[in-house]
Protein backbone atom coordinates (compact mmCIF):
# COMPACT_ATOMS: atom_id res chain seq x y z
CA UNK A 1 0.00 0.00 0.00
CA UNK A 2 2.72 2.31 1.01
CA UNK A 3 4.87 1.46 -2.04
CA UNK A 4 1.56 2.63 -4.32
CA UNK A 5 1.83 5.37 -2.33
CA UNK A 6 5.04 6.34 -2.71
CA UNK A 7 4.81 6.02 -6.43
CA UNK A 8 2.18 8.34 -6.82
CA UNK A 9 4.14 11.03 -4.91
CA UNK A 10 7.17 10.39 -7.30
CA UNK A 11 4.99 9.93 -10.21
CA UNK A 12 3.07 13.28 -9.02
CA UNK A 13 6.31 15.40 -8.21
CA UNK A 14 7.94 14.87 -11.68
CA UNK A 15 5.19 15.48 -13.16
CA UNK A 16 4.45 18.65 -11.08
CA UNK A 17 7.99 19.44 -12.09
CA UNK A 18 8.28 18.83 -15.88
CA UNK A 19 5.39 21.15 -16.14
CA UNK A 20 8.08 23.95 -15.58
CA UNK A 21 10.42 24.76 -18.65
CA UNK A 22 13.17 25.60 -16.30
CA UNK A 23 13.23 21.98 -14.92
CA UNK A 24 13.30 20.94 -18.85
CA UNK A 25 15.71 22.79 -19.27
CA UNK A 26 18.28 21.22 -16.80
CA UNK A 27 17.33 17.73 -17.02
CA UNK A 28 17.88 18.39 -20.97
CA UNK A 29 21.10 19.99 -20.43
CA UNK A 30 22.09 17.19 -17.67
CA UNK A 31 20.99 14.08 -20.49
CA UNK A 32 22.53 15.68 -23.23
CA UNK A 33 25.24 12.84 -23.80
CA UNK A 34 22.41 10.42 -24.21
CA UNK A 35 20.10 9.10 -26.54
CA UNK A 36 15.84 8.45 -25.97
CA UNK A 37 14.61 5.77 -28.33
CA UNK A 38 10.67 5.84 -28.01
CA UNK A 39 8.92 2.82 -29.28
CA UNK A 40 4.86 3.14 -30.97
CA UNK A 41 3.28 0.91 -32.65
CA UNK A 42 -0.09 2.61 -34.40
CA UNK A 43 -1.34 5.93 -34.44
CA UNK A 44 -5.23 7.10 -34.90
CA UNK A 45 -7.42 8.82 -35.53
CA UNK A 46 -8.19 11.18 -33.04
CA UNK A 47 -12.29 10.16 -33.11
CA UNK A 48 -10.88 6.17 -33.35
CA UNK A 49 -13.31 3.98 -31.39
CA UNK A 50 -10.93 0.74 -31.61
CA UNK A 51 -8.27 0.89 -28.92
CA UNK A 52 -5.36 -0.94 -27.98
CA UNK A 53 -2.27 -0.32 -25.46
CA UNK A 54 -0.15 0.09 -28.81
CA UNK A 55 -1.98 2.97 -29.71
CA UNK A 56 -1.42 6.19 -29.78
CA UNK A 57 -4.31 9.09 -30.92
CA UNK A 58 -3.10 11.55 -33.29
CA UNK A 59 -3.11 14.72 -31.39
CA UNK A 60 -1.13 12.80 -28.40
CA UNK A 61 1.67 11.94 -31.20
CA UNK A 62 1.58 15.38 -32.67
CA UNK A 63 1.83 16.85 -29.11
CA UNK A 64 4.59 14.53 -28.33
CA UNK A 65 6.65 15.38 -32.04
CA UNK A 66 6.29 19.00 -30.73
CA UNK A 67 8.24 18.58 -27.55
CA UNK A 68 10.74 16.15 -28.63
CA UNK A 69 11.06 19.01 -31.51
CA UNK A 70 12.02 21.71 -28.88
CA UNK A 71 13.79 19.91 -26.67
CA UNK A 72 15.67 17.27 -28.55
CA UNK A 73 17.75 16.21 -31.36
CA UNK A 74 15.81 14.26 -33.19
CA UNK A 75 18.05 11.58 -34.91
CA UNK A 76 17.82 8.72 -37.50
CA UNK A 77 19.42 5.68 -35.32
CA UNK A 78 22.66 5.40 -37.87
CA UNK A 79 23.09 8.82 -36.05
CA UNK A 80 22.89 7.83 -32.64
CA UNK A 81 25.30 4.99 -33.55
CA UNK A 82 27.79 7.39 -34.50
CA UNK A 83 27.47 10.35 -32.14
CA UNK A 84 29.80 10.67 -29.16
CA UNK A 85 29.11 12.23 -26.08
CA UNK A 86 31.26 15.21 -26.04
CA UNK A 87 29.83 18.09 -27.06
CA UNK A 88 26.46 17.69 -27.49
CA UNK A 89 23.56 20.12 -27.16
CA UNK A 90 20.77 18.32 -26.52
CA UNK A 91 19.98 15.07 -25.61
CA UNK A 92 19.02 12.61 -29.10
CA UNK A 93 15.90 10.94 -29.68
CA UNK A 94 14.76 8.41 -32.09
CA UNK A 95 11.27 7.64 -33.15
CA UNK A 96 10.30 3.90 -33.67
CA UNK A 97 7.76 1.83 -34.70
CA UNK A 98 7.12 -1.77 -34.28
CA UNK A 99 5.19 -3.85 -36.54
CA UNK A 100 4.55 -1.97 -39.40
CA UNK A 101 0.88 -0.65 -39.65
CA UNK A 102 -0.85 1.24 -42.58
CA UNK A 103 -1.48 4.24 -40.06
CA UNK A 104 1.94 5.00 -39.63
CA UNK A 105 2.11 5.82 -43.45
CA UNK A 106 -1.76 7.49 -43.23
CA UNK A 107 -1.82 9.15 -40.27
CA UNK A 108 2.04 9.46 -38.17
CA UNK A 109 3.96 10.60 -41.29
CA UNK A 110 2.22 13.76 -42.15
CA UNK A 111 2.97 14.84 -38.25
CA UNK A 112 6.69 13.79 -38.80
CA UNK A 113 7.14 15.19 -42.04
CA UNK A 114 5.32 18.77 -40.19
CA UNK A 115 8.31 18.81 -37.67
CA UNK A 116 10.89 17.09 -39.64
CA UNK A 117 11.66 14.17 -37.27
CA UNK A 118 13.32 11.07 -38.78
CA UNK A 119 11.50 7.42 -37.94
CA UNK A 120 12.35 3.95 -37.79
CA UNK A 121 9.84 1.41 -38.94
CA UNK A 122 10.13 -2.00 -38.13
CA UNK A 123 8.40 -4.10 -40.17
CA UNK A 124 6.86 -7.71 -39.87
CA UNK A 125 7.12 -9.23 -43.21
CA UNK A 126 4.35 -11.72 -42.42
CA UNK A 127 1.74 -9.63 -41.79
CA UNK A 128 2.63 -7.24 -44.35
CA UNK A 129 2.86 -9.44 -47.33
CA UNK A 130 -0.10 -12.32 -46.33
CA UNK A 131 -2.53 -9.56 -45.68
CA UNK A 132 -2.94 -10.75 -41.61
CA UNK A 133 -4.19 -9.20 -38.52
CA UNK A 134 -1.55 -9.33 -35.95
CA UNK A 135 -3.15 -11.29 -33.56
CA UNK A 136 -3.68 -9.53 -30.55
CA UNK A 137 -5.22 -7.02 -32.51
CA UNK A 138 -7.95 -9.92 -33.19
CA UNK A 139 -8.59 -9.82 -29.33
CA UNK A 140 -8.91 -6.02 -28.78
CA UNK A 141 -11.46 -6.37 -31.74
CA UNK A 142 -13.05 -8.84 -30.38
CA UNK A 143 -13.67 -7.52 -27.12
CA UNK A 144 -14.45 -3.98 -28.07
CA UNK A 145 -17.21 -4.96 -30.67
CA UNK A 146 -18.91 -7.89 -28.97
CA UNK A 147 -19.42 -5.36 -26.13
CA UNK A 148 -19.87 -8.55 -23.77
CA UNK A 149 -18.98 -7.24 -20.32
CA UNK A 150 -17.19 -11.20 -19.31
CA UNK A 151 -16.36 -14.39 -20.93
CA UNK A 152 -15.16 -18.09 -19.90
CA UNK A 153 -12.80 -18.87 -22.07
CA UNK A 154 -11.58 -22.13 -19.98
CA UNK A 155 -10.88 -25.21 -22.20
CA UNK A 156 -9.87 -23.70 -25.31
CA UNK A 157 -5.92 -23.52 -23.70
CA UNK A 158 -4.52 -24.34 -20.05
CA UNK A 159 -3.74 -20.69 -19.62
CA UNK A 160 -7.11 -19.24 -20.37
CA UNK A 161 -9.79 -18.49 -17.92
CA UNK A 162 -12.52 -16.32 -16.92
CA UNK A 163 -12.28 -12.39 -18.13
CA UNK A 164 -14.13 -9.24 -17.18
CA UNK A 165 -14.18 -6.27 -19.10
CA UNK A 166 -14.70 -3.36 -17.18
CA UNK A 167 -16.04 -0.38 -18.35
CA UNK A 168 -13.21 2.81 -18.06
CA UNK A 169 -10.85 3.20 -20.95
CA UNK A 170 -7.55 2.59 -18.96
CA UNK A 171 -9.17 -0.33 -16.65
CA UNK A 172 -10.44 -2.09 -19.89
CA UNK A 173 -7.64 -1.61 -21.66
CA UNK A 174 -5.19 -3.22 -18.72
CA UNK A 175 -7.91 -6.22 -18.51
CA UNK A 176 -7.37 -7.21 -22.62
CA UNK A 177 -4.05 -6.80 -21.96
CA UNK A 178 -4.31 -9.23 -19.33
CA UNK A 179 -6.09 -11.86 -21.53
CA UNK A 180 -3.15 -11.56 -24.35
CA UNK A 181 -0.48 -11.45 -21.93
CA UNK A 182 -2.26 -15.27 -20.88
CA UNK A 183 -2.25 -15.82 -24.84
CA UNK A 184 1.34 -15.21 -25.32
CA UNK A 185 1.99 -17.90 -22.99
CA UNK A 186 0.65 -20.50 -25.58
CA UNK A 187 2.80 -22.32 -27.87
CA UNK A 188 3.18 -20.39 -30.96
CA UNK A 189 2.64 -23.39 -33.64
CA UNK A 190 -0.84 -23.65 -31.55
CA UNK A 191 -1.37 -19.94 -30.82
CA UNK A 192 -2.83 -18.41 -33.94
CA UNK A 193 -5.41 -21.40 -33.91
CA UNK A 194 -6.36 -20.56 -30.20
CA UNK A 195 -6.41 -17.15 -31.43
CA UNK A 196 -9.28 -17.91 -33.84
CA UNK A 197 -11.11 -19.94 -31.00
CA UNK A 198 -11.15 -17.06 -28.94
CA UNK A 199 -12.53 -14.59 -31.28
CA UNK A 200 -15.06 -17.47 -32.33
CA UNK A 201 -16.17 -17.88 -28.70
CA UNK A 202 -16.67 -13.98 -28.32
CA UNK A 203 -18.83 -14.14 -31.48
CA UNK A 204 -21.12 -17.37 -30.34
CA UNK A 205 -21.20 -15.52 -26.58
CA UNK A 206 -24.75 -14.49 -25.33
CA UNK A 207 -25.41 -11.18 -25.81
CA UNK A 208 -22.49 -10.39 -27.76
CA UNK A 209 -23.37 -8.32 -31.02
CA UNK A 210 -22.46 -9.58 -33.93
CA UNK A 211 -19.05 -8.18 -35.43
CA UNK A 212 -15.74 -9.13 -37.69
CA UNK A 213 -11.99 -8.78 -37.80
CA UNK A 214 -11.51 -7.95 -41.22
CA UNK A 215 -7.93 -6.86 -42.13
CA UNK A 216 -7.92 -3.63 -44.23
CA UNK A 217 -8.97 -0.38 -43.49
CA UNK A 218 -8.77 0.30 -39.75
CA UNK A 219 -6.95 0.73 -37.31
CA UNK A 220 -5.06 -2.34 -36.87
CA UNK A 221 -4.27 -2.92 -41.02
CA UNK A 222 -0.64 -3.80 -41.61
CA UNK A 223 1.46 -1.96 -44.37
CA UNK A 224 1.29 -3.63 -47.61
CA UNK A 225 4.03 -4.39 -50.28
CA UNK A 226 3.37 -0.80 -52.00
CA UNK A 227 3.02 1.44 -48.82
CA UNK A 228 6.56 -0.45 -47.46
CA UNK A 229 8.79 0.75 -51.06
CA UNK A 230 6.46 4.18 -50.57
CA UNK A 231 7.65 4.62 -47.28
CA UNK A 232 11.39 3.39 -47.93
CA UNK A 233 11.96 5.87 -50.40
CA UNK A 234 10.59 8.74 -48.36
CA UNK A 235 13.65 10.85 -47.07
CA UNK A 236 12.95 11.18 -43.13
CA UNK A 237 11.99 7.09 -43.11
CA UNK A 238 14.46 4.20 -42.49
CA UNK A 239 12.71 0.20 -42.38
CA UNK A 240 13.86 -1.85 -40.57
CA UNK A 241 13.08 -5.81 -39.74
CA UNK A 242 10.98 -7.60 -37.40
CA UNK A 243 11.09 -10.95 -38.25
CA UNK A 244 8.43 -12.54 -40.39
CA UNK A 245 6.40 -14.38 -38.27
CA UNK A 246 6.47 -12.19 -35.12
CA UNK A 247 6.98 -15.04 -32.53
CA UNK A 248 8.59 -14.54 -29.45
CA UNK A 249 11.95 -15.28 -30.89
CA UNK A 250 13.09 -17.31 -27.45
CA UNK A 251 10.24 -19.34 -27.94
CA UNK A 252 10.98 -21.22 -31.21
CA UNK A 253 13.97 -23.51 -32.14
CA UNK A 254 16.95 -21.09 -32.89
CA UNK A 255 16.98 -22.51 -36.63
CA UNK A 256 13.64 -21.34 -37.48
CA UNK A 257 14.26 -17.56 -35.65
CA UNK A 258 16.91 -17.59 -37.94
CA UNK A 259 14.78 -18.00 -40.97
CA UNK A 260 12.04 -15.74 -40.26
CA UNK A 261 14.87 -12.84 -39.33
CA UNK A 262 16.40 -13.65 -42.59
CA UNK A 263 13.09 -14.33 -44.30
CA UNK A 264 12.06 -10.71 -43.09
CA UNK A 265 15.45 -8.96 -44.63
CA UNK A 266 15.10 -10.65 -47.25
CA UNK A 267 11.61 -9.58 -48.53
CA UNK A 268 12.63 -6.31 -47.48
CA UNK A 269 15.37 -5.59 -49.68
CA UNK A 270 13.21 -6.68 -52.44
CA UNK A 271 10.44 -4.25 -51.85
CA UNK A 272 12.98 -1.43 -50.95
CA UNK A 273 15.87 -1.95 -53.13
CA UNK A 274 17.94 -1.01 -50.22
CA UNK A 275 19.92 -3.13 -47.49
CA UNK A 276 18.42 -3.70 -44.40
CA UNK A 277 20.26 -2.77 -41.49
CA UNK A 278 18.27 -2.42 -37.94
CA UNK A 279 16.15 -4.98 -36.43
CA UNK A 280 13.81 -4.95 -33.61
CA UNK A 281 12.90 -7.90 -31.56
CA UNK A 282 9.07 -8.99 -31.56
CA UNK A 283 8.17 -8.32 -28.00
CA UNK A 284 12.00 -7.27 -26.77
CA UNK A 285 12.43 -10.87 -26.34
CA UNK A 286 16.33 -12.06 -27.09
CA UNK A 287 18.76 -14.53 -25.88
CA UNK A 288 22.66 -14.43 -26.93
CA UNK A 289 22.11 -16.66 -29.58
CA UNK A 290 19.35 -14.54 -31.36
CA UNK A 291 21.80 -11.95 -30.81
CA UNK A 292 24.74 -13.36 -32.90
CA UNK A 293 22.33 -14.37 -35.17
CA UNK A 294 21.54 -11.09 -35.79
CA UNK A 295 25.18 -9.81 -36.03
CA UNK A 296 25.82 -12.35 -38.49
CA UNK A 297 23.53 -11.14 -40.54
CA UNK A 298 24.57 -8.11 -41.18
CA UNK A 299 22.13 -5.52 -38.63
CA UNK A 300 24.28 -2.95 -37.26
CA UNK A 301 21.71 -2.50 -34.28
CA UNK A 302 18.55 -3.92 -32.88
CA UNK A 303 16.01 -2.13 -30.39
CA UNK A 304 14.47 -3.95 -27.57
CA UNK A 305 11.63 -3.30 -25.22
CA UNK A 306 13.18 -2.50 -21.38
CA UNK A 307 13.20 1.58 -20.46
CA UNK A 308 16.66 3.47 -20.60
CA UNK A 309 18.70 5.94 -22.51
CA UNK A 310 21.30 4.57 -24.89
CA UNK A 311 25.03 6.45 -24.87
CA UNK A 312 27.94 6.00 -27.27
CA UNK A 313 29.69 3.11 -26.75
CA UNK A 314 26.55 1.16 -25.42
CA UNK A 315 25.59 -2.54 -26.96
CA UNK A 316 24.02 -1.76 -30.44
CA UNK A 317 21.78 -4.56 -29.84
CA UNK A 318 20.58 -4.19 -26.82
CA UNK A 319 19.36 -0.64 -27.56
CA UNK A 320 16.17 -0.07 -24.70
CA UNK A 321 13.17 2.21 -25.36
CA UNK A 322 10.67 4.18 -23.83
CA UNK A 323 7.23 2.66 -24.96
CA UNK A 324 4.55 5.35 -25.44
CA UNK A 325 1.33 4.25 -25.04
CA UNK A 326 -2.50 6.10 -25.20
CA UNK A 327 -3.91 8.47 -22.65
CA UNK A 328 -0.52 9.39 -20.77
CA UNK A 329 -0.47 13.01 -20.27
CA UNK A 330 1.82 15.19 -21.60
CA UNK A 331 3.25 16.14 -18.24
CA UNK A 332 3.67 12.80 -17.77
CA UNK A 333 5.56 11.96 -21.09
CA UNK A 334 7.34 15.56 -20.40
CA UNK A 335 8.46 13.52 -17.09
CA UNK A 336 9.49 10.85 -18.54
CA UNK A 337 11.53 11.81 -21.48
CA UNK A 338 13.49 14.96 -19.42
CA UNK A 339 14.51 12.27 -17.07
CA UNK A 340 12.53 13.88 -14.12
CA UNK A 341 10.79 10.99 -13.58
CA UNK A 342 13.82 8.72 -12.77
CA UNK A 343 15.91 11.67 -11.17
CA UNK A 344 13.25 12.25 -8.76
CA UNK A 345 12.85 8.28 -7.97
CA UNK A 346 16.90 8.26 -7.20
CA UNK A 347 16.35 11.28 -5.09
CA UNK A 348 14.05 9.51 -2.82
CA UNK A 349 11.24 11.89 -3.49
ZN1 LIG B 1 6.01 -6.31 -32.59
Known sequence: MLRGKTRLLVKNFAVHCASNSLAQHMASRLHRDKSFFLMYHGVSRDDEELEATTVVRRGEFRQQMGFLKQWFGCLTTEEVLNRDSEHQERPGAVVTFDDGYANNLEIALPILEEFEIPAIIYVTTGNACERRLFWPDKIWMAVKRSKIPSINLKGIADSLGTYTFRQDGAL????????????????????????DEVVARFKDAPGAKP??????????????????????????????????????????????????????????????????????????????????????MGFKSAVTVPTGFFKYGDDPYRIPRYMVGPNMSMDLFKARMTGIFSLAKRLGF
Open 172 to 195: WQDDVHKLNEDIKRINPSRRENIV
Open 211 to 296: FEVEVENNVFTPLNPDQIAELSAHPLITIGAHSHCHNLLNQIPLSQAEESIRTSKEILERLTGRTIEHFSYPNGNLTDDIIGVVKR
